[in-house]
T-cell receptor
Framework: SQQGEEDPQALSIQEGENATMNCSYKTSINNLQWYRQNSGRGLVHLILIRSNEREKHSGRLRVTLDTSKKSSSLLITASRAADTASYFCATLDQTGANNLFFGTGTRLTVIP | GAVVSQHPSWVICKSGTSVKIECRSLDFQATTMFWYRQFPKQSLMLMATSNEGSKATYEQGVEKDKFLINHASLTLSTLTVTSAHPEDSSFYIC????????????FGQGTRLTVV
């Protein structure tokens, strides 16, 4: 079942600007992942951050994790029009029994 | 990295027919697989959880006789939409959790089903 949400629900920025999206959850986790979904398309795995990590980088992506606040953020730097998509966070709870997928995602629009 | 493959990526079928969607973990063994359904502009809704060799656990409101799930091996789970109707048209996505740790799950690309 879904127990969290991403915010903002929609974000519109100019190409070259940075975009920050947040994700909150309610259970204890082992790791958290961010996915991108282009309109009408499948999910693309972006990055995984483990519960003992606080920050992780991958190219133009920077993910932070605050387990005390049960929240994570995804920062996309120097955005491009091709970054336009919906972004979701997802995780398993600590038992590994429940796959949780949160909210409606953040719809990012990057204006060229 | 872990790769989960779904097949087909899209399918169009006639009302009353059945459609089978496959979910494969290509480079790891998956003890648990999850099936989701996504309506337009909405998040994914968990339909069922399947463990290899046992019956799937369905979420409330999901008809188990309509959405048949089989998890016959550690690398393959299938979802069969039986007697499909136009209202079954949707985007279906699976995810698979690693056997070793069961703490990582990765999503497939999804299957767009259109029932005409």
């Amino acid at each position: 079942s879904q127990q969290g949400e991403e915010d903002p629900q929609a974000l519109s920025i100019q190409e070259g600007e940075n975009a920050t999206m947040n994700c909150s959850y309610k259970t204890s986790i082992n790791n958290l992942q961010w996915y991108r979904q282009n309109s009408g398309r499948g999910l693309v795995h972006l990055i995984l951050i483990r519960s003992n990590e606080r920050e992780k980088h991958s190219g133009r992506l920077r993910v932070t994790l605050d387990t005390s606040k049960k929240s994570s953020s995804l920062l996309i730097t120097a955005s491009r029009a091709a970054d336009t998509a919906s972004y979701f966070c997802a995780t398993l709870d600590q038992t590994g029994a429940n796959n949780l997928f949160f909210g409606t995602g953040t719809r990012l629009t990057v204006i060229p | 990295g872990a790769v989960v493959s779904q097949h087909p990526s899209w399918v169009i079928c006639k009302s009353g027919t059945s459609v089978k969607i496959e979910c494969r973990s290509l480079d790891f063994q998956a003890t648990t697989m999850f099936w989701y359904r996504q309506f337009p502009k909405q998040s994914l809704m968990l339909m069922a959880t399947s463990n290899e060799g046992s019956k799937a656990t369905y979420e409330q409101g999901v008809e188990k006789d309509k959405f048949l799930i089989n998890h016959a091996s550690l690398t393959l789970s299938t979802l069969t939409v039986t007697s499909a109707h136009p209202e079954d048209s949707s985007f279906y996505i699976c995810s698979a959790a690693r056997h070793e740790s069961n703490t990582e799950a990765f999503f497939g690309q999804g299957t767009r089903l259109t029932v005409v």
